[in-house]
């Protein structure tokens, strides 16, 4: 009884209202009669001829039978707890299908009409099947062995659909290889991350042929999930990862630097100018005396502003007059002077300017949210420079880029850099990628 007791489980248990469920749905395939000639078992010959088959009741009473039909037409089998966790239909010949002891009317017509008909008989396959799975331990043991060492080279695929971030249902699909049995099938799928979906979920006893697929669905709880599958032909496991598309992956931001020339004021040059005495000193009379003019030349590589004279030093200061101060271009400063006394001085400043690149800060990009999976572009307008993109702790120059992940990180290059028209500048287009939506079935 290890095959029954590790595949079914007590009466009114999950498994059942499974059963239910999923027979409401009508997963429980029939299996027809002439899906078996290419698939003899050659194992059927150790069933043995007498007492092959047995009952348990609720008691613990075991009951044998020496036909599967027997056994299954008999009133201990239709109240037995096998039959009452029974989930899986056989072919009865003729009849449909044969179901367990919590079976609808029609079934229970079904079942009458096949028992009391002598000329028609369960397939070979699910006398097999009936044979494994309630068969006494003690006889079963060389039928098994046979199984396991005819099917070791049997394989089945089990592989699941891609689960996005927005839909967490993980579509599970088991493909039955080639050379399986019509007997074989799935005695339990465990669930790591996932769980059943009721009335969809494949149910535990769900025949591998002659189905080309047994396709269902699970529900993702976690980022991954691994789903175990484990059938009469063998063991599989499936890991599911969700991936994050439209999901939050992080915020990102922008900025660069324009330069521009700009005339900043970066010298206070002075000059101290000596005017020498008149000539008609000491008789100089109203409206006498020397013209000075002084030509004043601004330092190399500087304009002159805000010229200004500071003033007369000197005992002649108040018999001078005429004094002007003029600039005729941005490069020099002229001073003029009518010299009336002895000799005097005068100091002459002005603001030296010189054209510099000034560097102002550009916001390219606010602080901006982006989810996984949906591209987002940067555009630098043309002159600036120095643009950087940050995310995530990452500072990425916006020049020199190449497509594919930056720096082996699940940040992708979509467009290194492309002219958006007339007005100059590139547009950078990057995508945040997350774990990729994917399944892998390993034996």
């Not at 999923?22 to 395939?29: I, K, Q, S, W």
């Not at 003029?326 to 009518?338: A, C, N």
């Not at 702790?393 to 990180?409: D, E, I």
Request: proline residues 5%; negative net charge; contains cysteine.
């Amino acid at each position: 009884m290890w095959f029954f007791s590790f595949l079914f489980g007590s009466k009114g248990s999950a498994l059942g209202v499974i059963s239910k469920a999923t027979r409401a749905l009508g997963l429980f395939l029939v299996v027809p009669a002439v899906a078996y000639a290419a698939t003899d078992d050659p194992c059927v010959a150790l069933i043995p001829p007498n007492g092959a088959y047995q009952i348990i009741d609720s008691s613990g009473n075991h009951t044998q039978f020496n036909t599967a039909k027997e056994m299954y037409c008999s009133n201990q089998f239709h109240s037995a707890q096998q039959a009452n966790n029974w989930n899986f239909n056989l072919a009865a010949e003729g009849y449909g299908s044969a179901s367990g002891g919590s079976s609808s009317q029609a079934s229970d017509q079904d079942r009458s009409s096949f028992c009391g008909d002598s000329s028609k008989d369960l397939t070979s396959i699910d006398k097999s099947f009936l044979y494994r799975l309630q068969g006494d331990s003690t006889l079963v043991a060389g039928f098994v062995q046979c199984e396991q060492s005819r099917l070791a080279a049997t394989q089945f695929t089990a592989y699941a659909a891609t689960v996005t971030s927005t839909d967490s249902d993980v579509v599970l699909t088991i493909v039955p290889h080639l050379s399986a049995n019509a007997m074989e099938r799935i005695n339990a799928i465990g669930l790591l991350g996932a769980s059943e979906v009721p009335n969809v979920s494949i149910p535990v006893g769900t025949p591998l042929l002659p189905n080309v697929s047994v396709t269902s669905g699970y529900h993702l709880t976690a980022d991954q999930a691994t789903l175990f599958i484990r059938t009469t032909t063998g063991d599989k496991t499936v890991t599911v990862i969700r991936c994050k598309d439209g999901k939050l992956a992080g915020s990102v931001s922008a900025s660069g630097t324009r330069v521009t020339q700009e005339s900043q004021v970066v010298d206070h040059p002075s000059w101290t100018i000596q005017v020498p005495q008149a000539s008609c000193h000491p008789h100089c009379h109203l409206g006498q005396g020397d013209v000075h003019t002084y030509t004043l030349p601004a330092p190399a590589g500087e304009t002159l502003s805000n010229g200004q004279n500071q003033g007369c030093n000197g005992g002649g200061c108040p018999f001078e007059d005429l004094v002007s101060l003029t600039q005729p271009d941005d490069s020099h400063l002229v001073f003029s002077v009518r010299s009336r006394s002895e000799a005097v001085s005068y100091v002459i400043t002005a603001d030296g300017s010189q054209m510099v690149n000034v560097s102002t800060p550009v916001e390219l990009l606010g602080l901006t949210n982006v989810n996984y999976g949906e591209p987002f572009s940067i555009t630098v307008p043309s002159g600036v420079t120095n643009a950087v993109m940050r995310y995530g702790g990452l500072n990425v120059p916006l020049s020199g880029l190449n497509t594919g992940n930056w720096n082996g990180t699940n940040l992708f290059v979509m467009d290194s850099g492309s002219s958006p028209g007339d007005s100059g500048g590139m547009i950078y287009t990057f995508q945040v990628k997350g774990p990729s939506c994917s399944a892998t079935a390993t034996p």
